[in-house]
């Protein structure tokens, strides 16, 4: 079975500085789908990015960056010019290619100080 | 579009008792899933269903029951509450096939609490 850790369940961060948030997974598979989430106190499940695993190119949405080490495992999120509207719980999610199901990590808290 | 819609937002229950959660998506979608939110744990996934009259057990599916009658509705059953299922729930669906840009919908969440 796939695993999905986040070793970090708080962060914080200085309002425009740069976070990473760490996730690791675990799986035999080579074809699958690695997200990040965003959680606000809203409960509202918001996809932040999506990173294919037979990319090797990281992806990347407008401050939302990854670093993806496939052979390591690692799928780190990297958040530039950090925002208020920013603070939320994030998750790090995972999924085979030929299902629809995700396996989530525990969550990672981030705090964004003014 | 409505998107996907979970009825009721909060509930509370006494143990025992039972209740249904409602789940409805008018995308179309052929993928539907219930997920469990618990403090410190993510989102565990409860039963699916890749269509109608077809569903299957996820992670943790014990104290449960789903049907899918239709392509829009994918209801979730609790027949005897119990504490250890205080959680949140979230109602999720999408396209079966893998599509450039296909991503799972997910409801709003209801807050159960059983006491």
């Known amino acids: 079975a796939q695993t999905v850790t986040q070793s970090q369940p708080e962060m914080s961060v200085q309002e425009a500085e740069t976070v990473t948030l760490s996730c690791t997974y675990d799986?035999?598979?080579?074809?699958?789908?690695l997200f990040w989430y965003k959680q606000p106190p809203s409960r509202q499940m918001i996809l932040v990015i999506r990173?294919?695993?037979?990319?090797?190119q990281n992806a990347t949405e407008n401050r939302f960056s990854v670093n993806f080490q496939k052979a390591a495992k690692s799928f780190s999120l990297k958040i530039s010019d950090s925002q208020l509207g920013d603070a939320a719980m994030y998750f790090c999610a995972y999924q085979l290619t030929a299902g629809n199901m995700l396996t989530f990590g525990g969550g990672t808290r981030l705090m964004v100080k003014p | 579009n409505a998107g996907v819609t979970q009825t009721p937002k909060f509930q509370v229950l006494k143990t025992g008792q039972s209740m249904t959660l409602q789940c409805a998506q008018d995308m179309n979608h052929e993928y539907m899933s219930w997920y469990r939110q618990d403090p410190g744990m993510g989102l565990r996934l409860i039963h699916y269903s890749v269509g109608a009259g077809i569903t299957d057990q996820g992670e943790v599916p014990n104290g449960y029951n789903v049907s899918r009658s239709t392509t829009e509705d994918f209801p979730l059953r609790l027949l005897s509450a119990a504490p250890s299922q205080t959680s949140v729930y979230f109602c999720?669906?999408?396209?079966?096939?893998?599509?450039?840009?296909?991503?799972?919908?997910f409801g709003s969440g209801t807050q159960l609490s059983v006491l």
């Open positions: 999720a669906s999408s396209y079966r096939t893998r599509q450039a840009n296909e991503k799972l919908f």
């Open positions: 799986t035999s598979e080579s074809d699958y789908y």
């Open positions: 990173q294919e695993a037979y990319k090797q």
